[in-house]
């Protein structure tokens, strides 16, 4: 055999194979279907045995495997991505369907669990459709219907735009530090403007007058689904409560501002519309307890993240008082001075609301509602806040604890530890923060003066791990130090109030943004990641997930065989430990609560009304 011949018998099958390995990898990534695998693989291999057929041809006939091979990759790939779907309530083949229940607005028949303890009706109906002129209006009662209603599937996710599949997995793999393979398919649920759905999970056969637990999900107002398997209410259930997750409006379509909005309305508002579909399915629950057996005098309502805001946005407005008692609230609150996230003014929500009529090439609202819900969900402009609209909300939520109006009853909210590191991390991932930049990247955001109080503060663990003390900087002013304020806001009020640090570190999120509702909510056991949890985890689970349904059946998360959780109270400065430890701990981030606080009151001093 000549030598330029084995040179580019070597060269050309050494190159396939690692371009063939990061195919493959990438296909795991992407989440897409099987075939598209399957199809990926034999165009490897035919690329393989191709170069050896024409390793002794002319230098012409060599490139032709890889022309093919481009070819079919250019067909292939953009099919690599996971398909949408209507997702089932349950995750067993054949569900057994309940019996038939009666609804205010019609009847409705659902499906068991496996083990036929829990009856689930999934997409429920608690609005009319907020398509063509209802767009931007305030959520609508829904009409009757006839005939009994399958609820066996979810109803769709509200409008959003889907991140690439393989860089969340590539984010997975950083949570994870390993890669652990799936070439299965993990399709996506299926997406329209018409969402207003929620699902309800009840004993079943149980009695009536049973607590309820509404849970609103989070995605930073612009994502998310009330179908996820973190907080699937099947457990909870099983503990002898209802629990309920609700669809609502996001983004452009859930909190787009225009002053001609306002003007149509007869409420004068505009901004607010996921807000207001909130208390729409919260009012809609109030009227329908006693049809699936639950008690609208003992309905406790909780959240994470931009659900969690938007816990602290229904405590205080005056639309919701009145329909529920307790609230829960994880990994984030408006009760703070000046918010630093999830809330602007209303000028601002008004600016971006002329610059989305511009970008659609639109002169009035008429025209805009036009636009197809495809196209307006791509807009450029980010709508992922509330505001201060004189109707949903009156107040800054912040004013409204001040002035004791607040609407619950009792209060249990936390947070974890690492809140910030999912959002600190890609925005600084090819220059990490270190010891040389992090002054002046805290500068950047918070000026010279109060930079240099929190990296003196903070010195000795800089000097330690520049790294994770930028992070927890963070982590403290974007989510724990708002917790800590409406705790102490609830307190002065009078309020019973638990409050919880979550430290539980696993194989997977761990104690990042979100990684506790998994515990919460009773369902590691549905994680397609399994080698991520241990005994310690399951412990910690149970433990916790009998203390939300304690909460929610009481307003006391304490039960037999749990380790004491006390009341916060202001003057011990301490909070519940959820983690391999449980216990009343002190609370690490006083002075910088301090600091943070300063640096509100400054901005607020220079007419900075968001920050």
């Known amino acids: 055999m000549k030598k330029s011949r084995i040179v580019y ?22 989440n897409g279907p099987i075939p598209v695998l399957v199809l990926s693989i034999i165009n490897i291999v035919c690329l393989l045995v191709s170069i050896v057929f024409v390793s002794g041809k002319k230098l012409f006939f060599k490139f032709v495997p890889f022309i093919a091979f481009v070819t079919l990759c250019s067909i292939l790939l953009p099919l690599a991505k996971p398909v949408m779907e209507e997702k089932s309530a349950v995750n067993y083949r054949n569900p057994v369907p309940t019996e038939v229940m009666h609804l205010a607005n019609g009847d409705v028949r659902g499906v068991y669990s496996q083990d036929q303890s829990v009856e689930v009706y999934a997409g429920i109906p608690y609005a009319k459709p907020p398509v063509g002129e209802l767009r931007w209006k305030e959520p ?38 390993s890669w652990h393979p799936d070439y299965n398919m993990h399709p996506l649920q299926n997406m329209s403007e018409d969402s207003l759905y929620l699902n309800i999970w009840k004993p079943a056969h149980a009695s009536t007058n049973l607590p309820i637990l509404m849970f609103i999900h989070g995605g930073s107002l612009t994502s998310g689904s009330s179908a996820a398997d973190d ?61 699936f057996g639950g008690d609208k005098d003992n309905i406790t309502i909780a959240g994470e993240s931009a659900g969690s805001s938007s816990i602290s946005a229904l ?50 609202i008429e ?11 791509q807009t450029k402009y980010e709508n992922s806040s509330m505001i201060l609209d004189g109707y949903a909300l009156t107040k800054d939520p912040y004013d409204v604890y001040l002035d004791g109006e607040n609407n619950e009853e009792s209060l249990l909210n936390g947070y ?26 805290l500068e950047k955001e918070f000026g010279k003066e109060i930079a240099q109080r929190i990296y003196d503060l903070y010195k000795d663990k800089i000097e330690k791990d520049a790294f994770n003390a930028f992070n927890e900087i963070y982590s403290v002013y974007w989510f724990i130090q708002p917790h800590h304020s409406w705790s102490n806001m609830a307190f002065n009020n009078g309020l019973d109030v638990y409050r919880y640090q979550f430290t539980k570190e696993n194989g997977f999120h761990g104690t990042y943004h979100s990684g506790e509702m998994i515990y919460a909510y009773s369902n590691i056991k549905r994680s397609p990641r399994q080698y991520a949890y241990n005994e310690s985890d ?34 011990d400065n301490k909070v519940m430990e959820l983690g391999e430890r449980l216990g009343y701990i002190d609370d690490a981030y006083l002075e910088l609560y301090k600091i943070i606080d300063d640096y509100i009151d400054l901005e607020t001093e220079k007419g900075n009304t968001q920050i």
């Open 9 to 30: 018998l070597a060269v050309a099958l050494s190159v396939s194979l690692l371009v063939g390995l990061l195919l493959i990898f990438y296909l795991d990534l992407a």
């Open 140 to 177: 609508q009662p829904m009409d009757n219907w006839e005939g009994v209603r399958d609820c066996s599937k979810f109803g769709p996710r509200s409008m959003q735009v889907d991140t690439n599949s393989a860089i969340n997995s590539l984010v997975d793999i950083y949570s994870e530090k």
């Open 231 to 291: 907080y699937n209410g099947e457990e909870m259930a099983k503990k002898g409560i209802i629990m309920i997750t609700i669809q609502y409006r996001l983004g452009v379509f859930g909190y787009f501002a225009h002053p001609d909005l306002a003007s149509e309305s007869p409420n004068n508002t505009t901004g607010n519309y996921g807000l207001l579909d909130q208390i729409m399915a919260l009012s809609w629950i109030n009227d329908n307890a006693s049809y």
């Open 315 to 364: 405590c205080t407005s005056p639309l919701a008082k009145g329909l529920f008692k307790r609230a829960i609230g994880e990994s984030s609150s408006l009760v703070v001075k000046k918010a630093p996230h999830t809330y602007r003014p209303m000028n601002k929500a008004l600016e971006i609301g002329e610059k989305i009529m511009k970008e659609q090439g639109c002169s009035s």
């Open 367 to 377: 025209e805009l509602r036009k636009v197809s819900a495809s196209k307006l969900v």
């Open 416 to 441: 974890n530890v690492k809140e910030a590191d999912a959002f600190v991390i890609p925005k600084n991932l090819l220059v990490p923060t270190n010891k040389s930049n992090i002054l002046g990247r």
């Open 538 to 571: 399951y412990a910690l689970m149970n433990t916790m997930s009998s203390y939300w349904a304690n909460y929610v059946k009481s307003g006391d998360p304490n039960g037999e065989g749990l380790p004491t959780w006390p009341l916060y109270n202001p003057t």
